[in-house]
């Protein structure tokens, strides 16, 4: 069973913008969402979280004037718009789980987070 899929991803000139899609399980919809990405020979680097119901969501500070996240629990989908696409934008980007019921759920380790989907890649040319 997929729990999460993402789509969206693709190869833009820097300038660009793209909007990753992760759809989740149902029973997903309680729980705080996640993206991260990763570049060969690093660890997964934290992007963005948001909450169940999408009202506290957290972007790291390096994209946070271009990346925004969002959800929309009835079509049990989130969302990382990317905006001004920059060539160190490259990377594989994935959506994450959260399946803790924390008071602070933006988790920045990626151990933290239990489901994965199977990552989307984003390429910026320069």
């Known amino acids: 069973q997929v729990h999460l899929a993402e789509s969206g991803g693709g190869l833009v000139q820097a300038g660009a913008s793209l909007r990753l899609s992760c759809t989740y399980s149902r029973t997903f919809s309680n729980s705080a969402m996640g993206w991260f990405r990763r570049v060969p020979g690093k660890d997964r680097e934290y992007v963005a979280s948001?909450?169940?119901?999408?009202?506290?969501?957290s972007v790291v500070d390096s994209v946070k004037d271009r990346f925004s996240i969002s959800r929309d629990n009835a079509n049990t989908t989130v969302y990382l718009q990317m905006n001004s696409l920059k060539h160190d934008d490259t990377a594989t980007y994935y959506c994450?789980?959260?399946?803790?019921?924390?008071?602070?759920?933006?988790?920045?380790?990626?151990?933290?987070?239990?489901?994965w989907g199977q990552g989307t890649q984003v390429t910026v040319s320069s």
């Open positions: 948001i909450n169940w119901s999408g009202s506290d969501a």
């Open positions: 994450a789980r959260d399946g803790a019921y924390r008071t602070y759920v933006h988790q920045r380790v990626w151990t933290a987070w239990d489901y």
